[in-house]
């Protein structure tokens, strides 16, 4: 009996930092297709679109990049309430901003509170579970974010256009204020310090990366810097090209990705990431090609298809590749870093993508990914053909 109570899985932490996770997610992303649009409606252009989704990625990296420093000064619980207050106070804002550098600023600012919550949320929740079922719980928490990531996307279009960009950045703030109201439930782990030997410490590079994942750490940006073009002007290729059915694709990925995150698992706890790169990799790079040639909505939804199968096979992949490979001591560092070496390929990508699109339009953009994409299953795939071995 003592045993079944310490390996539940659903204990009120979890499901306060489950809920939490949702819940955020779910208001972050109702931006995700709206803010290009509203920038655009603002004056703004690709090259602004492109800027300002960096300038958010690289806040969100260099926050992270200190979070062994702040962790010295402060508690993750207060980081975690500060990187909530932050994002649901900045997506109201937006509703005050007219300019593109206002929007840029309060998007900087949004990225601090995304660096906090994406780190500790997941970290906490790690630590919430037992060691006998922490691949499992984390595989759960996983597929919070992508339902939230599969609704959400359609409900901030429906309000932005049944109401307005107002109404959307007030109920975006709503939305967050519930997770806030979610995680003061229940009282949150704290980190459990390593011990060191007499006067030995940490040393300065070890705070902010771990040498053990240099091979995913290129793989990784690499995927970043091509889903930069995916994230940021998927709406706005819907518009050029006349398609009517950009509600419907962020519904398609989204459960693509849900269904296959599920198969993920599995496939890589038994055969590891080649299993499960190579053809993530392959369905991005078709997508790619459909974006840089679509012009009717039949062959956009099957991009959405493609581009799932891709999500849910490469980011659960990283993520599971990265927290083993700097093992149960480091799991905050290991979390920071696996969310940072994602957004500073996001933020390289978004800067690339943007100039990409100005001067050769979405076509060039999305051969110039593919392409991305290429290289990066060719940079896979050749050392495990010359028998590199890949722990899992």
């Known amino acids: 009996m003592e045993k079944q109570v310490k390996d539940r899985l659903w204990t009120k932490v979890f499901i306060a930092l489950y809920a939490c996770n949702f819940i955020f997610f779910f208001g972050f992303y109702m931006l995700q297709p ?23 990625a690289v806040a ?22 500060s990187g909530l207050i932050l994002s649901l106070v900045m997506s109201a804002a937006y509703s005050l901003m007219h300019s593109v550098l206002g929007v840029a600023v309060l998007r900087v600012l949004q990225g601090v509170g995304f660096g906090f919550v ?22 759960l928490f996983s597929m919070g974010t992508t339902a939230a ?14 109401w307005g960009f107002i109404a959307l950045f007030i109920a975006t703030a709503v939305v967050l204020i519930f997770s806030l109201i979610t995680i003061n439930t229940v009282k949150l782990p704290e980190a459990t310090k390593p011990k060191t030997r007499g006067t030995e410490k940490i040393k300065l590079w070890n705070r902010f990366y771990d040498t053990r994942i240099w091979y995913q750490t290129i793989l990784l940006l690499l995927y970043g810097i091509a889903r930069a073009s995916q994230q940021n002007y998927l709406s706005l290729l819907a518009v050029e090209r006349g398609l009517s059915t950009l509600a419907a694709y962020y519904i398609i990925e989204p ?4 269904v296959f995150k599920f198969a993920t698992a599995k496939i890589y706890d038994k055969l590891g990431p080649k299993a499960t790169l190579i053809p993530g990799a392959i369905g991005c790079i078709i997508a790619m090609y459909i974006y840089s040639t679509v012009k009717s909505d039949a062959w956009f939804l099957f991009s959405a298809v493609m581009a799932g199968i891709a999500i849910g096979a490469i980011i659960p992949t990283f993520q599971v590749w990265i927290m083993n490979a700097v093992g149960a001591k480091n799991r905050d560092l290991g979390s920071a870093l696996y969310y940072n070496i994602y957004d500073i390929g996001i933020a390289i990508g978004s800067a690339i993508m943007g100039v990409l699109a100005m001067n050769f339009g979405y076509f060039g953009m999305y051969r110039v990914a593919m392409f991305i994409m290429i290289a990066f299953l060719l940079a896979f795939v050749i050392p495990v053909a010359c028998g590199k071995k890949i722990d899992r």
């Open 60 to 81: 969100a990296v260099v926050v992270r990049l200190l979070i062994t420093f702040l962790l010295d000064k402060f508690s993750r619980k207060t980081l975690l309430y």
């Open 118 to 139: 994406t780190t500790f949320c997941g970290s906490m929740a790690a630590d919430a579970l037992s060691d006998s079922r922490r691949g499992e719980g984390i595989g």
């Open 255 to 258: 459960a693509t990705v849900f």
């Open 34 to 56: 709206t803010l290009p649009l509203y920038i655009t409606s603002i004056g703004g252009n690709d090259g602004d679109v492109g800027t300002v989704a960096t300038a958010f």
């Open 149 to 162: 990531v599969a609704l959400s996307p359609m409900v901030g279009l429906a309000i932005m256009n049944g």
